[in-house]
């Protein structure tokens, strides 16, 4: 591991530390009958916040058990299915292995290899992949670094306060508070006779979310790449993408073009559904 990935190490431990027990609320209130869709949501980000912090630090077989049951949630937050018996012990069952991995960062121990015979349980059937792995060190590293090692009298002075992304060699930004995600490589289904502005949309997690090609409101001829970044913004169930051509980043100081994220969804009567 890496210097700087050891400054992070304390910021993964305590994550995880934090995720796991939303996580353990969950089997908790599956005991008790008492779960409902807020737990479910609980326990569903605090799975995809441990496999971005465990990514940071390059502790893999974390960040794939994670991304495991994330993905294993999600199909019950999409459909509104209830957890059944055999859903709750798989779900226990990567519970019990991140609690065992966490004890390892805990020593400064490596995780232990996977033996032959052993095999991380995927959600759905499918290959975990370690798309976005990058983007999340390249997108929140920095910060994550300068928060970690600064004094609290310090730490205001390098919080992010915005957003900057670029689009056809225009620089763009949004306030931090409206930032929700930075995606790469999303699937966009393309509305051929919306208005040109609106490249398509995105299904983010049962939201379906309207992409944005600023360029094209802007009355600019730009060729969107076919890698392209999407800025998530928004509040709730108000959100939209942005497209931006190379990859976004957090800033301590603003520069570019403001989007104010509500009042463009409010002119341009942009909703999520």
Same mark, same amino acid.
């Given at each position: 591991m890496?210097?700087y990935?050891?400054s992070?190490?304390?910021?993964?431990?305590?994550?995880?530390d934090?995720g796991?027990? %939303? !996580?353990k609320k969950?089997?908790?209130?599956w005991?008790d /009958?008492?779960?409902? +869709?807020e737990?479910? @949501?609980e326990?569903?980000?605090?799975?995809?916040t441990?496999?971005?912090?465990?990514?940071?630090?390059?502790r893999?077989?974390?960040s794939?058990?994670?991304?495991?049951l994330e993905?294993?949630l999600?199909?019950?937050?999409d459909s509104g299915?209830?957890?059944?018996a055999?859903?709750?012990?798989?779900?226990r069952?990567?519970y019990d292995?991140l609690s065992?991995?966490?004890d390892?960062?805990?020593?400064g121990?490596p995780?232990?290899?996977?033996?032959?015979l052993?095999?991380?349980p995927?959600?759905?059937g499918?290959m975990i992949e370690?798309?976005?792995s990058? %983007? !999340?060190?390249?997108?929140?590293?920095?910060?994550?670094? /300068?928060l970690?090692? +600064?004094?609290?009298e @310090?730490?205001?002075?390098?919080?992010?306060v915005?957003?900057?992304f670029?689009?056809?060699g225009?620089?763009?930004f949004?306030?931090?508070?409206?930032?929700l995600e930075i995606?790469?490589?999303?699937k966009?289904?393309?509305?051929?006779y919306?208005?040109?502005?609106?490249?398509?949309?995105i299904?983010?997690?049962?939201n379906?979310?309207?992409?944005?090609?600023?360029a094209?409101?802007?009355?600019?001829d730009?060729?969107?790449?076919?890698?392209l970044f999407?800025?998530?913004a928004?509040?709730e169930?108000?959100?939209?993408a942005?497209?931006?051509d190379s990859?976004?980043n957090?800033n301590?100081?603003?520069?570019?073009?403001?989007?104010d994220v509500?009042s463009?969804?409010? @002119?341009h009567r942009v909703?999520?559904s």
């Amino acid at each position: 591991m890496s210097d700087y990935q050891d400054s992070l190490l304390p910021i993964f431990i305590e994550e995880t530390d934090q995720g796991l027990s %939303l !996580i353990k609320k969950l089997l908790s209130a599956w005991d008790d /009958k008492a779960i409902n +869709a807020e737990i479910l @949501e609980e326990a569903r980000r605090a799975a995809h916040t441990i496999k971005g912090t465990a990514g940071l630090v390059k502790r893999m077989r974390s960040s794939d058990t994670a991304k495991s049951l994330e993905n294993f949630l999600d199909q019950f937050n999409d459909s509104g299915i209830d957890l059944g018996a055999s859903d709750v012990e798989q779900v226990r069952q990567w519970y019990d292995e991140l609690s065992e991995l966490l004890d390892c960062a805990k020593r400064g121990a490596p995780e232990p290899e996977l033996n032959e015979l052993e095999e991380l349980p995927e959600a759905g059937g499918g290959m975990i992949e370690q798309e976005g792995s990058d %983007l !999340i060190n390249d997108f929140a590293l920095p910060f994550m670094m /300068k928060l970690h090692q +600064a004094t609290d009298e @310090e730490q205001d002075a390098v919080k992010p306060v915005c957003c900057r992304f670029y689009l056809g060699g225009r620089q763009y930004f949004i306030s931090i508070e409206h930032v929700l995600e930075i995606s790469e490589s999303v699937k966009i289904t393309y509305l051929p006779y919306g208005p040109n502005y609106i490249t398509g949309l995105i299904n983010q997690r049962g939201n379906v979310i309207p992409v944005i090609d600023l360029a094209a409101l802007e009355g600019r001829d730009v060729v969107l790449p076919k890698n392209l970044f999407l800025v998530i913004a928004g509040q709730e169930n108000d959100q939209v993408a942005f497209v931006s051509d190379s990859l976004p980043n957090l800033n301590v100081k603003t520069a570019g073009h403001e989007i104010d994220v509500i009042s463009f969804i409010q @002119e341009h009567r942009v909703k999520a559904s």
